[in-house]
Nanobody
Framework: QVQLVESGGGLVQPGGSLRLSCAVS????????VGWFRQAPGKERQFLSA???????HHDASVRGRFTISRDNTKNTVYLQMINLKSEDTATYYC????????????WGQGTQVTVSS
């Protein structure tokens, strides 16, 4: 069974940066597509970014230029680098295995909280 574990969340000031990590176990990570999503209280889950097995990426227009997804197949890990964070980026961030490009997913992590506040 595929398992995903997010880490790297925390409290950051507006304008700051964070890098989230998604450690994937179970199965063949090198052939998985993986995506990042977030959900703020009272809002629907939002797709952010996804990376294919071959490194091809897709970012939602709302975060393009501020968020960058990448992967390290030697560590079975996908990253989400976030810069110039804003208060509206406050949410729980999730990674998931993508089976329908770019956002249709099956296995999900438990999430990591990101709070942007001064």
């Amino acid at each position: 069974q595929v398992q995903l574990v997010e880490s790297g969340g925390g409290l950051v000031q507006p304008g700051g940066s964070l890098r989230l990590s998604c450690a994937v176990s179970g199965g063949a990570f090198s052939v998985y597509n993986v995506g990042w999503f977030r959900q703020a209280p009272g809002k629907e889950r939002q797709f952010l970014s996804a990376v294919k097995w071959n490194g091809e990426t897709h970012h939602d227009a709302s975060v393009r230029g501020r968020f960058t997804i990448s992967r390290d197949n030697t560590k079975n890990t996908v990253y989400l680098q976030m810069i110039n964070l804003k208060s509206e980026d406050t949410a729980t961030y999730y990674c998931a295995r993508v089976i329908n490009w770019p956002s249709g997913s099956d296995y999900w992590g438990q999430g990591t909280q990101v709070t942007v506040s001064s």
